[in-house]
C-alpha cells in the first residue's frame, strides 16, 4: 500500500519483483508441496486448499527451513533496524519476550510477559510486515515505514491495505450488514469475476 524509492534502492526499480517471481514461479512451489505428500484440491477462480488442514503447509515449511539450516526465532518483537557501527551491514534491534517466572505471584500461564532487548546482526535484511491497517484489524503495523524513514528512503502513498471499500462515517447503517455476504461481479480495466463480498 505505499511505494518507495530512492536511487539505486532496488525496490525502486520495477522489474526486481518481477525477475524474483521468476526465479520461484508457482509451479515450483506446488512441487514441494506435492514433494512432501500434501494432497490438496482447487476450488473456483484458481484458489488451492489442503484436503486436510492448512497446518500442512506450516510444517512443510518448518521442515524445509530446518534442512536448510535457518534459525527460526519466535515470540521475538522488531522494534527497528539500524546501521551497524562495525562488520556487518545492519543490525535489527528486537526484543524477545519471556515469561515471566512463577515466583512473580501476580504472573499466570499467558499472563503479561518481560522484554529482553537483543540485536542481530546481518549483511541484508528484507522486511514482510505487511502493509498498514487500521486500528484492532489485521495486525500488520508500520514498522516498513518506520525504517524506510530511519534510512531516509522516500516512502508515498501511505495508506490502509486490505480495504477495497470505505464509506462516509454517517453511514451507520452499513454495520447492520456485518457478516452479510452476497454474490456480486467485478469488473475493472476489461477483467471481470463474480465472487462473494462480505461485509
Request: contains cysteine.
Amino acid at each position: 500500500s505505499a511505494g518507495r524509492a530512492t536511487q539505486g534502492d532496488r525496490s525502486a526499480d520495477k522489474a526486481f519483483f518481477d525477475r524474483a517471481f521468476e526465479r520461484y514461479p508457482p509451479s515450483k512451489f506446488l512441487s514441494m508441496v506435492k514433494s512432501h505428500g500434501i494432497k490438496f484440491h482447487e476450488k473456483k477462480l484458481g484458489q488451492l486448499f489442503c484436503d486436510e488442514s492448512a497446518q500442512q503447509i506450516i510444517e512443510m515449511l518448518r521442515a524445509e527451513c530446518l534442512s536448510a539450516g535457518v534459525e527460526v526465532r519466535t515470540n521475538s518483537l522488531v522494534q527497528r533496524v539500524a546501521r551497524a557501527e562495525e562488520g556487518s551491514a545492519l543490525r535489527v534491534c528486537y526484543q524477545r519476550l519471556v515469561p515471566k517466572t512463577k515466583s512473580n505471584a501476580s504472573a499466570t500461564a499467558g499472563d503479561v510477559h518481560d522484554q529482553e532487548e537483543e540485536a542481530l546482526d546481518a549483511e541484508s535484511v528484507i522486511v514482510a510486515s505487511g502493509g498498514l491497517s487500521f486500528a484492532k484489524t489485521c495486525g500488520s503495523t508500520d514498522l516498513a515505514q518506520r525504517i524506510g524513514d530511519a534510512f531516509s528512503l522516500e516512502v508515498r502513498g501511505i495508506r490502509p491495505g486490505l480495504v477495497p471499500l470505505l464509506t462516509p462515517k454517517h453511514a451507520t447503517w452499513l454495520r447492520e450488514l456485518t457478516g452479510v455476504s452476497l454474490e456480486v461481479a467485478t469488473l475493472l480495466g476489461g477483467a471481470r469475476f463474480v465472487e462473494n463480498v462480505l461485509f
